[in-house]
């Protein structure tokens, strides 16, 4: 069982976050809906959050208000399989928002990404430093990480 589950404070948008998120990644799901009744503080009816699974972990979604915002302080990291997937993730969470530099980026919310290949870690962390600083050099140079780059700079440093 998750014991951990990240609550996303948005002004009106949760319903529609939600909903863009599930249809990004697989095994994804809404499993519920709920709004504000009479005693407020909102619009009654309006939706106050939404319970979402992304990959099959559990997400919450609020109507908060203004007040918070989203920063790059607190970002998901998504660990793709190979370039295609990078690409997919890049692209789809990125349409609307703000790519940035080593695979992070802001999607159209204001929420923070990372996009990463899985075998980056055993790249950028290898245990020959001379490789390992290679493949981080070449990813620091990057926005969207390129699964075949970062392998090439590691192999050949």
Same mark, same amino acid.
């Given at each position: 069982m998750q014991g951990i589950r990240p609550s996303l404070w948005f002004d009106t948008q949760a319903e529609e976050a939600a909903t863009f998120y599930t249809s990004l990644f697989k095994n994804s799901r809404i499993v519920k809906v709920m709004h504000y009744g009479e005693a407020g503080p909102?619009?009654?009816g309006m939706v106050l959050?939404? +319970?979402?699974e992304l990959d099959g972990? !559990?997400?919450?979604?609020?109507?908060?208000?203004?007040?918070?915002?989203?920063?790059?302080a607190i970002s998901f990291e998504i660990e793709c399989d190979d370039q295609? +997937?990078?690409?997919?993730?890049?692209? !789809?969470?990125?349409?609307?928002g703000e790519h940035g530099p080593c695979g992070w980026l802001k999607d159209r919310y204001g929420v923070s990404w990372q996009v990463v290949p899985r075998q980056m870690y055993n790249l950028v962390f290898g245990d020959d430093a001379k490789k390992a600083a290679a493949a981080t050099t070449a990813m620091l140079s990057m926005g969207k990480l390129d699964v075949a780059e970062l392998q090439r700079a590691y192999d050949e440093a």
């Open positions: 909102r619009e009654a959050a939404v +319970e979402f972990r !559990a997400f919450t979604a609020i109507n908060g208000g203004p007040e918070f915002t989203f920063d790059e295609a +997937e990078v690409d997919h993730y890049w692209q !789809a969470l990125g349409d609307g």
